[in-house]
């Protein structure tokens, strides 16, 4: 895990939310595009995740850490069965807030993973 | 072959933007449940009431996603006006008595550090569920 490439993925979390509030207010369904979005971020996810444990020994807080860590990867799939369910545009309006709340995840992470935990 | 009777739940309450309530409030609920279980776990002495109120906001939320999920009216308006009364509560008294409150909750100040979204969501949840009240229920 890299301040960098966590960076990133806060990034492209948010470009994720946004996309789903765009698609809700389109009032479209979820379709493929947030779909593959969803899955590229879980994938980044994970990747991040592996990191993070590879050099896990760095972090003081580390129940909180692995916490949110398990929180980021769950998060993800959970908007697509959510997306799929409801098929309105409310399924983009769940997949926006599970985007935001990884992005405020990911920045948690990186703020104890940093020791700048305020 | 029911009509959607109080054991079934009312499916207006969990449908369309209720499903997006039923998001938040159980992201919450993770957040407030982790937080009240590391506090109370790694160092419950330090500010034992603040750590309590840690955990009780966290089973309000937990009973409120549980509550928005199934369409459970009632336990959901009750829960929402116990989250109101607490945020309210444990904001003012965080502001005029801080010494109680040495570290945060997810309710201190109004729930600054989340955003103030503990302040606007019972409201929202509240709205939300009264303005879907089934005709003569």
């Not at chain 1, 990034?11 to 009032?27: C, E, F, N, P, S």
């Not at chain 1, 947030?34 to 592996?50: C, D, F, S, W, Y």
């Not at chain 1, 926006?96 to 948690?108: E, K, N, S």
């Not at chain 2, 116990?82 to 909750?105: K, M, N, R």
């Amino acid at each position: 895990m890299t301040s960098a490439y966590s960076s990133w993925l806060i990034g492209g979390a948010l470009l994720v939310a946004l996309v789903g509030v765009v698609t809700a207010i389109r009032d479209r369904p979820m379709g493929p595009v947030l779909l593959a979005a969803l899955a590229l971020l879980e994938v980044a996810l994970l990747v991040q995740a592996g990191m993070a444990v590879a050099a896990i020994g760095r972090v003081e807080e580390k129940a909180t850490f692995i916490g949110y860590l398990a929180g980021t990867i769950v998060i993800p799939p959970a908007a697509v069965w959510w997306g799929r369910a409801e098929r309105t545009r409310w399924g983009p309006g769940v997949i926006a807030v599970a985007a935001f709340t990884v992005a405020v995840m990911t920045g948690r992470l990186l703020q104890i993973w940093n020791g700048t935990t305020p | 072959m029911t009509d959607g009777g109080p054991a079934r739940g009312d499916a207006a309450v969990r449908s369309g933007p209720g499903r997006v309530l039923v998001a938040v409030y159980g992201v919450f609920a993770l957040a407030a449940t982790s937080r009240a279980g590391v506090q109370i776990a790694t160092k419950f002495a330090e500010a034992p009431l603040a750590y309590l109120l840690s955990a009780f906001a966290a089973v309000v939320y937990i009973v409120l996603t549980l509550a928005l999920a199934r369409g459970s009216r009632r336990v959901a308006l009750v829960a929402c006006a116990i989250e109101l009364a607490g945020v309210l509560i444990v904001g003012t008294l965080s502001l005029a008595d801080p010494a109680a409150f040495p570290h945060a909750t997810v309710w201190s100040r109004y729930g600054s550090g989340y955003g103030f979204v503990p302040l606007v969501l019972p409201v929202i949840g509240l709205f939300w569920l009264i303005r879907h009240r089934k005709p003569a229920s």
